[in-house]
């Protein structure tokens, strides 16, 4: 499985960006997807995922992100309002075989990874 982000950029605070994500899986609508995110001397976290049975975000997201998947497309997209400065760091996509209900929230647990995408939240 091979994926690609894109959207990312600089942008003011307050603002939004909608950041997309590329898969190449056969069966997409079979996987886990997630968005992670990693900030210079900062471990990588979750910031938002979902499967076949439910949505996760973080709390620090909760009510500014969305995540959402078009498995016709195999896309899967975040959509980042009322951004902050905090909110800067690289966002990767991440996939892994959905087998279980309960959403994976750790890194390790993610078997497929993008390169990642810069966002940047000037105050």
């Known amino acids: 499985v091979q994926l690609v982000e894109s959207g990312g950029g600089l942008v003011q605070a307050g603002g939004s960006l909608r950041l997309s994500c590329a898969a190449s899986?056969?069966?997409?609508?079979?996987?886990?997807v997630g968005w992670f995110r990693q900030a210079p001397g900062k471990e990588r976290d979750i910031v938002a995922a979902?499967?076949?049975?439910?949505?996760y975000y973080t709390d620090s997201v909760k009510g500014r992100f969305t995540i959402s998947r078009d498995n016709r497309n195999k896309m899967v997209y975040l959509q980042m309002n009322n951004l902050k400065p905090e909110d800067t760091a690289v966002y990767y996509c991440?996939?892994?075989?959905?087998?279980?209900?309960?959403?994976?929230?750790?890194?390790?647990?993610?078997?497929?990874w993008g390169r990642g995408t810069q966002v940047t939240v000037s105050s």
């Open positions: 991440a996939a892994r075989w959905d087998r279980e209900t309960t959403i994976a929230d750790r890194d390790y647990q993610y078997d497929y």
């Open positions: 899986a056969r069966t997409f609508s079979n996987y886990a």
């Open positions: 979902t499967n076949n049975y439910g949505t």
